[in-house]
């Protein structure tokens, strides 16, 4: 069990979703493993932030814009109360999920770049850029349409399908996507980060911390350091974004990337000025301090080496993430979910038509922890009915609404099974610590089927007519293991603990072994789930 202790200060930080398209099943399955970290640190006594937004800004919203004759303020708009709503209903616990069009965040983040660019981290080059003499403008790497050097098929110039990222050198001749003219090489001059100025401090970081990561980060980490950090344009030809706070700039906005991962940055500082916290206890290194970024694995370099590059080029001692929670792919019908394929499946769509638990426990027990996995319908359906209708459900059902049962019997707890429970909790506890999510679900549905199993063995229904002490054992002994299934689940599934406390008449979530309260009167039972109809 945990001890008492003075609780630590965790900061959780949940990758920022761009406000172009809806919300796929894969960005929940990506995300959830930070709300089960918050969730988690609160029960143990920690003081937790957790914080996110939307990523409002950068070129696909712009081209969407123009598509549908909207704004891009518009369309980030409609897709922030979009996904506000989706985070709500799937019970996402965020201290502040903010956007990237928010006025503290644009101003504080334009502070930050200043400070970079005086410590000699962000410099002025002029280069090559794709230029459209039709449209007369410079394009973007997603405004551009090439062949792919590696698969031979269209691809935009930011990303292929296959996943080969285009090259500057690709995308010379590549064709303006929105005239269809071909591009020429013309002089720009734009602001660039100095990551290779930062990779000694960089790659001393990600060696003191990557024993906290994913294989995956590890490896991708490792790749991109081997093959030596080149620097990164900070600034681009837009009209959609934060201004650049440098003179001579005025035609140039911030680049995407560098406005998003400082968002973790701004709305920790907004919201500890809103619950009048220290901001430093949170950002500033200290014993005290744990950091963990919650991202899928096409993120993992702008959490594993852009942050920190970012904050070290701050040179003011800022806490950098001690835990990177990158996921995998998640598959639909055995495919990769692609915008342009149009193949995802939205949150929201799940969300109309199941229980916000039962997907939560789903991308959990079958989601891509740590390699890609694959979701349909009717798997959904048949883990659930399994594991929550039939195990967990069943279990409260027949305790709970026992026949002829009005109170919490005054029995006596089986002293093993409660054994069990708080070797459970420990148990539980360090999956999680490891990030290992699914071996910790797997672990509190084992306790349900010992539940089960030690329900079924001794009969309750032969025991009420034959040893009504023994009946009342055997239903305190269950409803005690009901009532801390409630907290082992809060983190994982929140809506149906929370119903489960309610119906125990127990006041708060906690991290400790609990009893219930005996000749409790027990009213209004219902059904925690509804079996799924296939």
């Known amino acids: 069990m945990k001890e008492n202790k003075v609780g630590k200060n965790v900061l959780i930080g949940g990758a920022w979703p761009y406000a172009n398209n809806s919300l796929h099943i894969g960005h929940v399955a990506g995300l959830i493993s930070g709300d089960i970290i918050a969730r988690y640190h609160r029960q143990i006594g920690d003081n937790v932030l957790y914080v996110s937004g939307t990523d409002c800004h950068g070129t696909p919203i712009t081209i969407r814009a123009k598509k549908e004759k909207k704004t891009p303020g518009e369309i980030a708009k409609m897709y922030h109360q979009e996904f506000v709503q989706c985070f709500n209903d799937m019970q996402f616990s965020y201290d502040l999920y903010t956007e990237t069009e928010d006025d503290f965040h644009k101003e ?16 002025e080059k002029i ?50 996507q929105e005239c269809g003219n071909k591009t020429v090489q013309k002089e720009n001059k734009n602001l660039y980060l100095a990551l290779g100025k930062l990779q000694p401090k960089i790659e001393e970081y990600v060696q003191k911390n ?42 140039k906005k911030m680049y995407v990337w560098i406005d998003a991962v400082l968002g973790y940055f701004t709305a920790c500082k907004k919201i500890c000025i809103k619950k009048g916290l220290n ?23 702008f959490h594993t080496i852009i942050l920190p590059g970012l904050l070290l080029a701050l040179e003011d001692n800022y806490k950098l993430p001690n835990y990177m929670i990158a996921t995998q792919y998640l598959n ?5 979910i692609s915008k342009s394929k149009g193949n995802g499946i939205t949150i929201r769509q799940m969300l109309d038509n199941y229980d916000s638990d039962m997907i939560r426990y789903y991308l959990i027990e079958n989601g891509p922890e740590k390699k890609d996995s694959n979701f349909s319908i009717e798997d959904f359906v048949a ?18 609404k026992f026949k002829g049962l009005t109170k919490i019997p005054n029995g006596k707890m089986d002293e093993e099974i409660k054994k069990i429970i708080i070797l459970t909790y420990d148990s539980v506890s360090k999956e999680i610590e490891n990030l290992e999510f699914k071996k910790a679900v797997t672990l509190i549905r084992e306790l349900v089927e010992r539940a089960n199993k030690y329900y079924e063995e001794r009969k309750p229904w032969n025991k009420q007519k034959e040893d009504i002490e023994e009946f009342n054992n055997i239903i305190y002994t269950c409803a005690t293991i009901i009532a801390n299934l409630s907290n082992l689940y809060e983190p994982f599934m ?25 000749d409790m009167d027990l009213n209004e039972i219902e059904p925690l789930f509804e079996r799924i109809k296939s």
Not at 384 to 397: A, E, R, T, W
Request: proline share 4%; aromatic share 10%; with cysteine.
């Open 108 to 123: 504080n983040v334009k502070e930050l770049f200043k400070k970079m660019y005086d410590n000699g981290y962000i410099y």
């Open 127 to 176: 280069d090559m850029q794709p230029y459209c003499e039709n449209c007369k403008k410079f394009l973007a790497d997603r405004e551009l349409l090439l062949i792919c050097p590696n698969c031979s098929k269209e691809t935009k110039g930011d990303m292929c399908d296959c996943g080969y990222e285009p090259k500057s050198e690709d995308l010379i001749n590549a064709i303006c």
């Open 210 to 251: 990557k024993e906290n990561w994913r294989p995956s980060s590890q490896n991708e980490t490792e790749k991109y350091l081997k093959e030596g950090l080149p620097e990164k344009a900070v600034t681009r030809n837009l009209d959609w974004g934060i201004d650049i706070p440098i003179p001579g700039f005025d035609d």
């Open 279 to 301: 901001f430093e206890d949170f950002w500033k290194e200290s014993d005290n301090n744990i950091m963990y970024m919650a991202h899928g694995k096409d993120n993992i370099t």
């Open 332 to 336: 639909v019908n055995e495919e990769k």
């Open 383 to 400: 883990i659930c009915n399994s594991d929550i209708v039939n195990k967990y459900g069943n279990l409260i059902n027949r305790t709970l």
């Open 494 to 518: 929140p809506k149906s603990s929370e119903k489960v406390r309610k119906m125990l008449n127990i006041d708060k979530c906690t991290w400790d072994y609990i009893e219930v309260q005996k």
